[in-house]
Nanobody, 124 residues
Framework: QVQLVESGGGLVQAGGSLRLSCAAS????????MGWFRQTPGKEREFVAA????????YYAASVKGRFTISRDNAKAMVFLQMNSLKPEDTAVYYC?????????????????WGQGTQVTVSS
């Protein structure tokens, strides 16, 4: 069992930055693909970014590429999402997720564990 706990959300003005963190329990963190997703009321959960085991391979949604950066620290069992140049449309609950077996990193149902989410609100 893996527990994921996100932190770092909050209220920020458009153009500002936030850094989300996700702390994972368990001793096999380095074997998981980690992803960030977001969701707004009435909409499906949306892929944001993902990072493979060693951190060498990353994936981004087109809407955040060039503005967001995903990274991981396997020694600390943490994954991060640096969000720059934030826009009001980035407002959502952001979720951290862990994928046990290598699969499509952009599909929510291919992830095995989820955090409780952290709210990000970007004001215009």
């Amino acid at each position: 069992q893996v527990q994921l706990v996100e932190s770092g959300g909050g209220l920020v003005q458009a153009g500002g930055s936030l850094r989300l963190s996700c702390a994972a329990s368990g001793r096999t963190f380095s074997s998981y693909t980690m992803g960030w997703f977001r969701q707004t009321p009435g909409k499906e959960r949306e892929f944001v970014a993902a990072i493979r085991l060693s951190g060498d391979t990353t994936y981004y949604a087109a809407s955040v590429k060039g503005r967001f950066t995903i990274s991981r620290d396997n020694a600390k069992a943490m994954v991060f999402l640096q969000m720059n140049s934030l826009k009001p449309e980035d407002t959502a609950v952001y979720y951290c997720a862990a994928q046990v077996n290598t699969a499509n990193p952009t599909t929510p149902n291919r992830y095995n564990y989820w955090g409780q989410g952290t709210q990000v609100t970007v004001s215009s």
